[in-house]
């Protein structure tokens, strides 16, 4: 059973368009993380939020952390193909070592 | 090194051998875990490592599976008698400890059993 549901599990999108993806829970988390995978190789981080209502920027990217702690949002504006690739989200709780529990993923595809 | 290496990149082996898979984290990282990535299932936690000691390893899933690290650095993961089941790909990650920041993950290693 994964603590964090990520949807829409799968986003076919063309240059130019924008994106939204979705990770939910029914529990509180100290911190949550996004992470981007390309195919063959690790997760790379994008964002860590911390605070309830927290919104934070990166270039095209925006990343909201709902006022809960419960759940985010990823919010990508005019999608390029460079951002092809499995986006995780993943929460942590400053009592469980760190341990990060991850959504399943959303696989995004940018044609060009 | 300047990031988590891992290796092999790739393991075939049949069922019912031992696997050992390597990793080594960013220097002065004391935070280590170990996950595992199966299609379908998302990235499951198996192990952390506060410096030598692991002290949690509620995440193998069997007897079969263990895991040590020594100097503070290099972590082996260890399978033993490998079933069709553990066919994955093996990610580990490092991260200073005490920081809520994210991790920084190797390339994982490709472990099909046969």
């Known amino acids: 059973t994964q603590l964090l549901e990520q949807s829409p599990q799968f986003l076919s999108i063309q240059e130019g368009e924008n994106l939204t993806v979705y990770c939910n829970s029914s529990?509180?988390?100290?911190?949550l993380q996004w992470y981007r995978q390309e195919p063959g190789e690790g997760p790379v981080l994008l964002v860590t939020v911390v605070t309830g209502g927290e919104v934070k920027k990166l270039k095209r990217l925006t990343f909201q952390f709902g006022d809960a702690r419960k759940d985010s949002s990823l919010h990508i504006t005019a999608a390029q193909t460079g951002d092809t690739g499995l986006y995780l989200c993943a929460g942590a709780n400053l009592n469980s070592w760190g341990k990060l529990q991850f959504g399943a993923g959303t696989q995004v595809v940018v044609t060009p | 090194g300047a990031g988590v290496s891992q290796s092999p990149s790739n393991k075939v082996t049949e069922k019912g051998k031992d696997v050992e898979l390597r990793c080594d984290p960013i220097s002065g990282h004391t935070a280590l875990y170990w996950y595992r990535q199966s299609l379908g299932q998302g990235l499951e936690f198996l192990i952390y490592?506060?410096?030598?000691?692991?002290?949690?390893k509620s995440g193998l899933p069997s007897d079969r599976f263990s895991a040590e690290r020594t100097g503070g650095s290099v972590s082996t993961l260890t399978i033993q008698r490998t079933q069709q089941e553990d066919s994955a790909v093996y990610l580990c990650?490092?991260?200073?400890?005490?920081?809520?920041?994210?991790?920084?993950f190797g390339s994982g290693t490709r472990l099909t059993v046969v």
């Open positions: 529990s509180v988390f100290s911190s």
């Open positions: 990650a490092s991260r200073l400890e005490g920081a809520l920041g994210g991790y920084t």
């Open positions: 490592f506060q410096g030598n000691s692991a002290p949690d």
